[in-house]
């Protein structure tokens, strides 16, 4: 009887020990991801602001909450990625496309233009005109640091929700902002839409699906005022 107090007493004891093994295990891969995520953002934010030559300083800071969004803080020009956002991007452009957003906001706040809490996805208090601001002078930041700017219509397609209405919103509409992205993208970088590598991604398609109309007319407009006819995907 002895003996077995004894040994049921080993077998707790090394159960207690495997478990807090396994606990520590847990926690140290956590932070892991959570270092190798905020390195990467900080790489492709500093990027960014050096590729542009942007004076101004500007941190990154990665958040574990599960919110889906990003944001640039006037009152200290931090730009924030919740992970749960951060989840939803596969390459560097497409986290490349979140950052140079935000890193437009941030710009602005220094010029005095803005004050407040820009966010990417649509809770913060701009005005839509900002937005669309922020989405083409982040399609510049992309293309002069070496990004894929065609990543900004992906991300937007793949994760951001299309609102009911677009009057009462502080951002616009989101089919609305893919497609002032997409005729930004091919009026002044065209060659990433000639030469398109994501004309087979899935968000992408779905974008060309959901804008066939809206790019059928624009097509005649830029048709009308050129010889030229070119398709661009
Ligand atoms: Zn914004």
Redesign the pocket.
């Known amino acids: 009887m002895k003996r077995f107090g004894v040994v049921f007493l080993l077998f707790t004891f090394l159960s207690i020990c495997n478990a807090s093994y396994a606990f520590v295990d847990k926690e140290f891969v956590n932070n892991q991801s959570v270092i190798e995520s905020q390195n990467r953002i900080d790489r492709i934010g500093f990027n960014i602001l050096n590729s542009n030559g942007i004076e101004k300083r500007t941190v990154f800071d990665f958040d574990v909450s599960k919110t889906k969004n990003a944001y ?1 803080r006037h009152s200290d020009r931090q730009i924030v990625m919740y992970r749960g956002l951060y989840n939803r991007l596969s390459s560097d452009d497409e986290v490349a496309a979140i950052l140079a ?2 890193i437009s ?1 941030s710009v602005d706040s220094y010029n005095g233009v803005l004050r407040g809490y ?3 996805w649509g809770y ?1 208090f ?1 005005p839509k005109k ?2 669309y601001k ?1 989405d083409k002078r982040g399609v510049d930041f992309m293309v002069n640091a070496g990004y894929n700017p065609v990543a900004m219509i992906v991300v937007m397609s793949k994760a951001f929700p299309q609102k009911r209405y677009d009057w009462y919103s502080t ?1 616009p509409i989101t089919s609305r902002r893919m497609m002032e992205i997409y005729e930004y993208i091919y009026k002044k970088y065209p060659e990433y839409l000639v030469n398109n590598k994501y004309k087979d991604n899935p968000f992408y398609q779905n974008f060309l699906l959901t804008s066939k109309e809206n790019r059928a007319k624009f097509q005649k407009k830029i048709e009308s005022g050129s010889k030229n006819s070119v398709h661009y995907l």
């Open positions: 640039s957003h935000e906001h820009f966010s990417i913060a701009s900002y937005e922020a951002h």
